[in-house]
Each structure stands twice: as structure tokens, then as C-alpha cells.
């Protein structure tokens, strides 16, 4: 069974600081994996999709990587800023032939001024 | 280009009252999905649709129902409220990525 882990559960960063966010899964054949933003009692917002061919992905500030073979994805940003503070989440779509995603629990990220 | 819509925004319920939560999407998505959100839990799958026509359970379908109405909307109804059920809910659709709607945020008294 599939599995999906972030760790931390919080951090706190002082603004502009480079960081990283972890996302690790149990079972390495998986379709593609999607990172999302999620702002205090608000919808998720995608941010980045990486196909299970791909190694990273590029938005902006934002660098996602994904390394199948030790079951870890990271989301880098730069130069953080307090409008990044919110709730990253991850999701693993397991193979082709499933449409469900797996959801880790999160990292809740505080960017201070 | 609303995306996805869900109503209504909040609900209060009496255990044993039943409803149907609205979601919509203008974005020509095959695919629909319901999840529930608990502190600590994370998102879980309630229910999906595939395309048109088609529903499979996820992983926490039980005293829930859905209907695909159509390509646009995809309903969760509540029968028989329980406290349990109080979360948030969120529908999804999706083409490669997924799009999530605000959410509707339910109490079970």
C-alpha cells in the first residue's frame, strides 16, 4: 500500500532563506507526482506536476524534484518571502491504471519578515 | 473562468439529516474526485468518476453516495448524517494536474 510521508510537520524560516520541503512514498511505481499550496481555509492550488519520466520541474521560485528509485520528491524554493507561508502538500498518482492520488499530511511552512 | 465550484460553503447538520454537496467545473475535465480533509489525516479519497457516467469507491467511501450528473457535476450526498462526517469537503477535477474547489466546511451536531 502505498504510502506518502512529509517531514516536517512545521518550519519556520527567516525571509529570504533557500529551502526545501520533502515528500517521500512507499512504492516507487508511481504515474506522476503533484505539489500544491494550500492557504488557511482555502482550496489547494497546484503548483507543480512531475511525470514519473521526468526528473524536475521549474515554476518560478519553485524547483521540484523526483527521484523514483529512493521514493523522495523535494520542492525547492528561493528566496523565500512571507507570502509563501502556507500548507505544501504532496500527491502520488500510483500507476496508469488508477486515476486516485495519495496525499501526504503536509508542511506547514511560516515565512518571517 | 470560475474552475471548480462547490456548494454551499458551510453546513450545520442534526445526526440523521441528510444532503448533497454541489460541485461543478467549466473545465472540460474528464475526471471529478470528492476528498475529505482532517487535521492530522490529510486529504482522503471518498469517491471518483473517471469520465462521464462512470463512480468507484476511493479510500473512505462509506455512508456516502455520488452521482455524475453530467460532464460538469459531480454530487456527494450525505444520507444519514454522523458526527464522523464533520471535515471539510473538497471536490477536484482533472486533466493532468488536478484543480480543487474552496471547499465546504460541514458540522454534524
Known amino acids: 500500500k502505498q504510502e506518502v510521508t512529509q517531514i516536517p510537520a512545521a518550519l519556520s524560516v527567516p525571509e529570504g532563506e533557500n529551502l526545501v520541503l520533502n515528500c517521500s512514498f512507499t512504492?516507487?511505481?508511481?504515474?506522476?507526482l503533484q505539489w500544491f499550496r494550500q492557504d488557511p481555509g482555502k482550496g489547494l492550488t497546484s503548483l507543480l506536476l512531475i511525470q514519473s519520466s521526468q526528473r524536475e520541474q521549474t515554476s518560478g521560485r519553485l524547483n521540484a524534484s523526483l527521484d523514483k528509485s529512493s521514493g523522495r520528491s523535494t520542492l525547492y524554493i528561493a528566496a523565500s518571502q512571507p507570502g509563501d507561508s502556507a500548507t505544501y502538500l504532496c500527491?502520488?498518482?500510483?500507476?496508469?491504471?488508477?486515476?486516485?492520488?495519495?496525499f501526504g499530511t503536509g508542511t506547514r511552512l511560516k515565512v518571517l519578515a | 473562468n470560475a474552475g471548480v465550484t462547490q456548494t454551499p460553503k458551510f453546513q450545520v447538520l442534526k445526526t440523521g439529516q441528510s444532503m448533497t454537496l454541489q460541485c461543478a467545473q467549466d473545465?472540460?475535465?474528464?475526471?471529478m474526485y470528492w476528498y475529505r480533509q482532517d487535521p492530522g489525516m490529510g486529504l482522503r479519497l471518498i469517491y471518483y468518476s473517471a469520465s462521464e457516467g462512470t463512480t468507484d469507491k476511493g479510500e473512505v467511501p462509506n455512508g456516502y453516495n455520488v452521482s455524475r450528473l453530467n460532464k460538469r457535476e459531480f454530487s456527494l450526498r450525505l444520507e444519514s448524517a454522523a458526527p464522523s462526517q464533520t471535515s471539510v469537503y473538497f471536490c477536484?477535477?482533472?486533466?493532468?494536474?488536478?484543480?480543487f474547489g474552496p471547499g465546504t466546511r460541514l458540522t454534524v451536531t
Open positions: 512504492d516507487s511505481a508511481i504515474y506522476n
Open positions: 477536484a477535477s482533472r486533466d493532468g494536474e488536478q484543480y
Open positions: 500527491a502520488v498518482r500510483r500507476s496508469s491504471g488508477t486515476y486516485k492520488y495519495i
Open positions: 473545465m472540460n475535465h474528464n475526471s
